[in-house]
């Protein structure tokens, strides 16, 4: 017999071991994206459209493709998000200083300002998600999840 892994125990030994890692970080995900969503739906923007401005703003002036890798979103979603964020004058596009060819995506003041306007919310977010965590823990599970995403990349 064939040992196999449940998602959702995470054994495949017959003991109980609780949901496994994989599935307690989608389910995370997934209530986080969703309460994000409520978050931003008076600002008109989903919660991919945030972390892509999120994204410019730590790193602005890429190109869409970089843009696309690091909101965790293909291509063509992303070029559908440029043109949707561009029409509201959230983002901007413009010429490669070393490329004319090529554009950049940047963050516009629009942009800026609802990055400042849902800063304090999106924290007490993220507070909320770790209340019942100690600081010490809460900085170890950061550490954990960047360590998990290393060792996957």
Known sequence: MTKT???VTGSGSGTETGPSLLYLLKRTELVVRA???ELLKPAGVTALQYTALTVLERHDGVSAAQLARD???TAQTMA???RALESRGLVR???HPRNRREKVIRLAEAGRRLLA????PARELEERM???IGPAD???FREALKSAHRALS
């Not at 306007?117 to 304090?120: C, I, L």
Request: glycine fraction near 0%.
């Open 5 to 7: 892994t449940s998602p």
């Open 35 to 37: 309460r994000l969503e």
């Open 71 to 73: 909101s965790f979103v």
């Open 80 to 82: 559908d998000m440029v």
């Open 93 to 95: 596009r413009d010429v």
């Open 117 to 120: 306007d849902y800063a304090e």
């Open 130 to 132: 770790v209340r019942d």
């Open 138 to 140: 809460v900085e170890r």
